[in-house]
């Protein structure tokens, strides 16, 4: 038990760590050349926001949220998602008076209680973006267009976007009127949870993770298909808008999303490689969001983008991250005077920039150079008796041998100009 992750969590060791460290450049690299900038909002928030948020209805508060009380008796929650608190946030710190749209980012963990499987965990970790302050619907195709040239950034390919429009409220009253017609019959085969959601949010019973509701509502009538002009237009705009980005999609009436919060765009990006847990991002545009949660009647989209399940796709398709976390060089000191000087000389080397790294263990020199070849150093630095005596070192360079002898104060700047980072 002590030594033991709890359930659903993960540790990152080096050699992961790199890959993670890999995508967050890219993440960083990508909200730049996008406009976005980063936000960092508290790891937990009071209970009420995700209610409020994510929707009571939804599996994510109703079974799935880790919630507990303070010291204080406050009701706090774990985050499950990022969307609700980046609309806090944004309400909080009135960043709608500022020039808009505003383009956030955020990388971080979420929490949510879930059975854990391959792909599904307990604490995971999301690449997120919002875009508030606009309607446009080049804004929908750039939110996806921005998940998509992630992807390919990271060299994935054979992803598939899903694609449909929820509609606004009066939409969903029409479709709610509906589907309690459809379902009506069905009620007592429903589950605990769905029955409980067949009066206030019948929406939600599409989404159920249990099969038999599944079953039940095959057939049932789609949102799509109760859309409102207004809704359509939106819908047809953004369409064209992706196909000006050359973004293929699948149309998917039956797509939802697990959260209460979206209007109009609804979007999924889907793996099918990687197993049941197959939607690696998803996101939309959530127009009544900020002001559900006490702002303004400011409309917003976004997605966000599991990165463990990114990290399996890239497994699976084989992809090889270009991570250069090799050794520049590597001392080999034989004796207490050589490796005092190689001390020296080291610390000189990674003031300057050069990735340097000695024994430690007192090994001999075939020992030594056995643990440069270990870390992948490019150069060794060799300090013998003879060498130490006249204030110089054999610098070898290990990929093809070759090997000179020159004056410890001169190395840095050799070495600098040879790994170009002069
Ligand atoms: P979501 O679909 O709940 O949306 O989560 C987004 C992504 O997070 C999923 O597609 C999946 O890759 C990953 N994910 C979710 N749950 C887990 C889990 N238990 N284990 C591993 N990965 C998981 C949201 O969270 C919305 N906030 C997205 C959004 C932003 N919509 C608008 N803006």
Same mark, same amino acid.
């Given at each position: 038990?002590?030594?033991?992750?709890?359930?659903?969590t993960?540790?990152?060791l080096p050699? &992961?760590?790199?890959k993670?460290?890999y995508?967050?450049?890219i993440?960083?690299?990508?909200?730049?050349h996008?406009?976005y900038?980063?936000?960092r909002?508290?790891?937990?928030?009071?209970t #009420?926001?995700?209610?409020r948020?994510?929707g009571?209805t939804?599996?994510?508060?109703?079974?799935e949220?880790?919630?507990?009380?303070?010291r204080?008796?406050r009701? *706090?929650t774990?985050?499950?998602?990022?969307?609700?608190?980046?609309?806090?946030?944004?309400?909080e710190h009135?960043?709608y008076?500022?020039?808009q749209?505003?383009?956030?980012?955020?990388?971080?963990?979420?929490f949510?209680y &879930?059975?854990?499987?391959?792909g599904r965990?307990?604490?995971f970790?999301?690449? =997120?973006i #919002?875009?508030?302050?606009?309607?446009h619907?080049s804004?929908?195709?750039?939110?996806?267009?921005?998940?998509? &040239?992630?992807?390919?950034?990271l060299?994935?390919?054979?992803l598939e976007?899903?694609?449909?429009?929820?509609?606004c409220p009066?939409c969903?009253?029409?479709? +709610?009127?509906?589907l309690?017609q459809? *379902?009506?019959?069905?009620?007592?085969s429903l589950? +605990?949870?769905?029955?409980?959601?067949?009066?206030?949010?019948?929406?939600?019973?599409l989404?159920?993770?249990?099969?038999?509701?599944?079953?039940?509502?095959?057939?049932a009538?789609?949102i799509t298909?109760?859309?409102?002009?207004?809704?359509?237009?939106?819908?047809?705009?953004v369409?064209?808008y992706?196909?000006?980005?050359n973004?293929t999609?699948? *149309?998917?009436?039956?797509?939802?999303?697990? *959260?209460?919060?979206?209007?109009n765009?609804?979007?999924?990006?889907?793996?099918?490689?990687? =197993?049941a847990?197959?939607?690696i991002?998803g996101?939309?545009?959530?127009?009544?969001?900020?002001e559900?949660?006490?702002?303004?009647a400011?409309p917003?989209i =976004?997605? =966000?983008?599991g990165?463990?399940?990114?990290?399996m796709?890239?497994e699976h398709?084989?992809?090889k991250?270009?991570?250069?976390n090799?050794?520049?060089t590597?001392i080999?000191?034989l004796?207490?005077?050589a &490796?005092?000087?190689?001390?020296?000389l080291?610390?000189?080397?990674?003031?300057?920039?050069?990735k340097?790294? +000695?024994d430690?263990?007192?090994?001999?020199?075939?020992?030594?150079?056995?643990q440069?070849?270990?870390?992948?150093?490019?150069?060794?630095?060799i300090i013998?008796?003879? #060498?130490l005596a006249?204030?110089?070192?054999i610098?070898?360079?290990?990929?093809?041998?070759?090997?000179?002898e020159i004056?410890v104060?001169e190395?840095t700047?050799?070495?600098?100009?040879?790994?170009?980072k002069?």
């Amino acid at each position: 038990m002590l030594t033991t992750a709890p359930r659903g969590t993960n540790d990152f060791l080096p050699g &992961d760590v790199e890959k993670w460290q890999y995508i967050e450049r890219i993440v960083r690299e990508i909200c730049e050349h996008y406009g976005y900038q980063e936000i960092r909002t508290p790891i937990f928030e009071h209970t #009420e926001l995700f209610l409020r948020g994510v929707g009571d209805t939804t599996d994510i508060v109703e079974k799935e949220m880790y919630t507990f009380v303070d010291r204080g008796e406050r009701s *706090l929650t774990l985050r499950p998602e990022g969307t609700a608190s980046t609309v806090r946030s944004f309400i909080e710190h009135k960043l709608y008076a500022n020039p808009q749209p505003t383009k956030l980012y955020y990388l971080g963990p979420m929490f949510r209680y &879930d059975r854990p499987q391959a792909g599904r965990y307990r604490q995971f970790h999301q690449f =997120g973006i #919002e875009l508030f302050g606009t309607n446009h619907p080049s804004s929908d195709a750039e939110v996806i267009g921005l998940a998509m &040239d992630f992807y390919k950034r990271l060299g994935l390919t054979g992803l598939e976007v899903r694609l449909n429009s929820v509609g606004c409220p009066s939409c969903r009253q029409e479709h +709610k009127v509906k589907l309690q017609q459809y *379902l009506e019959e069905k009620l007592a085969s429903l589950c +605990k949870n769905c029955q409980g959601r067949f009066e206030r949010n019948p929406l939600r019973i599409l989404d159920c993770k249990s099969s038999t509701c599944q079953e039940l509502t095959v057939g049932a009538p789609t949102i799509t298909t109760c859309l409102c002009p207004s809704c359509i237009d939106h819908f047809a705009a953004v369409k064209k808008y992706l196909d000006i980005l050359n973004i293929t999609y699948k *149309l998917d009436e039956t797509l939802v999303r697990g *959260l209460d919060y979206y209007t109009n765009t609804a979007f999924e990006i889907v793996y099918q490689g990687i =197993g049941a847990q197959s939607a690696i991002g998803g996101g939309g545009r959530y127009n009544g969001l900020v002001e559900q949660v006490g702002g303004q009647a400011i409309p917003g989209i =976004g997605f =966000g983008l599991g990165l463990e399940r990114l990290l399996m796709t890239l497994e699976h398709q084989g992809v090889k991250l270009p991570l250069a976390n090799k050794l520049d060089t590597f001392i080999v000191a034989l004796g207490s005077a050589a &490796d005092g000087l190689g001390f020296k000389l080291m610390q000189e080397l990674r003031t300057s920039g050069i990735k340097a790294d +000695k024994d430690y263990l007192e090994k001999n020199f075939k020992g030594q150079l056995k643990q440069a070849d270990r870390k992948g150093a490019q150069y060794c630095i060799i300090i013998g008796e003879d #060498e130490l005596a006249r204030n110089a070192a054999i610098v070898k360079h290990m990929a093809s041998g070759s090997q000179e002898e020159i004056k410890v104060d001169e190395i840095t700047k050799y070495l600098l100009s040879q790994l170009n980072k002069g």
